[in-house]
């Protein structure tokens, strides 16, 4: 299933609310994918957010295994905090080369 497609069909059963909170972007967002009007912003992000969250795509992550892509651009988009030492060598390794990172690509 293609992924507008996923989203649109999870829109509709449990409404664009349910959905904004579960991939992490703004229902106005998810309105303009579905209406391919979003210009503004990395369609990418919203299609791994999308894949991850709803449709169960994992990425094998150097640091936790198989997780999902919204978890992976979660810790991707994180801030250096030295909290604790797992969030400290995640936040390098996201950083580091990673081959799932959109980090080391330059965006």
Same mark, same amino acid.
Not at 90 to 101: A, Q, T, V
């Given at each position: /299933?293609?992924?507008?497609?996923?989203?649109?069909? !999870?829109?509709?059963? $449990?409404?664009?609310? !349910?959905?904004?909170?579960?991939?992490?972007? #703004?229902?106005? *967002?998810?309105?303009? +994918?579905?209406?391919?009007?979003? #210009?503004?912003?990395?369609?990418?992000?919203?299609? !791994?957010? *999308? !894949?991850?969250? &709803?449709?169960?795509?994992? +990425?094998?992550? %150097? /640091?936790?295994?198989?997780?999902? &892509?919204? +978890?992976?651009? =979660? $810790?991707?988009?994180?801030?250096? =905090? *030295?909290?604790? %030492? /797992?969030? +400290?060598? /995640?936040?390098? #390794?996201?950083? =580091?080369?990673?081959? $799932?990172? #959109?980090?080391?690509?330059?965006?």
């Amino acid at each position: /299933m293609c992924w507008i497609e996923a989203l649109k069909t !999870e829109c509709e059963q $449990h409404g664009q609310a !349910e959905i904004s909170r579960r991939i992490g972007y #703004s229902k106005a *967002v998810i309105s303009q +994918v579905l209406n391919g009007k979003y #210009s503004n912003g990395n369609i990418e992000r919203v299609r !791994e957010r *999308v !894949e991850g969250a &709803l449709l169960g795509k994992t +990425v094998d992550c %150097p /640091m936790l295994g198989d997780i999902t &892509l919204d +978890v992976c651009q =979660s $810790h991707q988009n994180r801030k250096f =905090s *030295v909290t604790n %030492p /797992m969030r +400290v060598q /995640m936040y390098r #390794s996201c950083r =580091s080369g990673c081959p $799932h990172s #959109s980090l080391c690509k330059g965006e």
